[in-house]
Each structure stands twice: as structure tokens, then as C-alpha cells.
């Protein structure tokens, strides 16, 4: 099993952008964002309320 650690990005179709984002790259940090801000939002609505579900979405990108 395969185990990533904070500067080793797991190896997924993200994985690459989440290395470049970690190295400093601000255009792949964007796209890393944009390509995962609809799933974050998509599991934050089905557990949470309203502009709750943006809001947290939105904090967890920042946290990123």
C-alpha cells in the first residue's frame, strides 16, 4: 500500500498539480483548486446547510 507524506503527494490525477502547488506554483494551485472545489462543495452540501456548505468549502481551500 502506498502511503504519501505531506511533501510527497499521493499519486493521483492530482498529484502532479499538488506537487507543483506545494513547490510554489501558483497557476497549478489555481487549477488544483478549481478541478476540486465542485467535490468539496458536493460532500459540504450533502452534510451541511445552506451558505454553510459554501463557506466551509471555501475554508478548506484556503487551509490548502
Do not use: K, N
Amino acid at each position: 500500500t502506498f502511503t504519501a507524506t505531506p511533501l510527497e503527494p499521493a499519486r493521483t490525477e492530482h498529484g502532479d498539480l499538488a506537487a507543483r502547488a506545494i513547490a510554489g506554483d501558483r497557476d497549478a494551485e489555481r487549477e488544483l483548486c478549481r478541478r476540486l472545489f465542485p467535490a468539496i462543495r458536493a460532500f459540504a452540501r450533502r452534510r451541511l446547510r445552506g451558505t454553510q456548505a459554501e463557506d466551509f468549502a471555501q475554508e478548506a481551500l484556503v487551509a490548502f
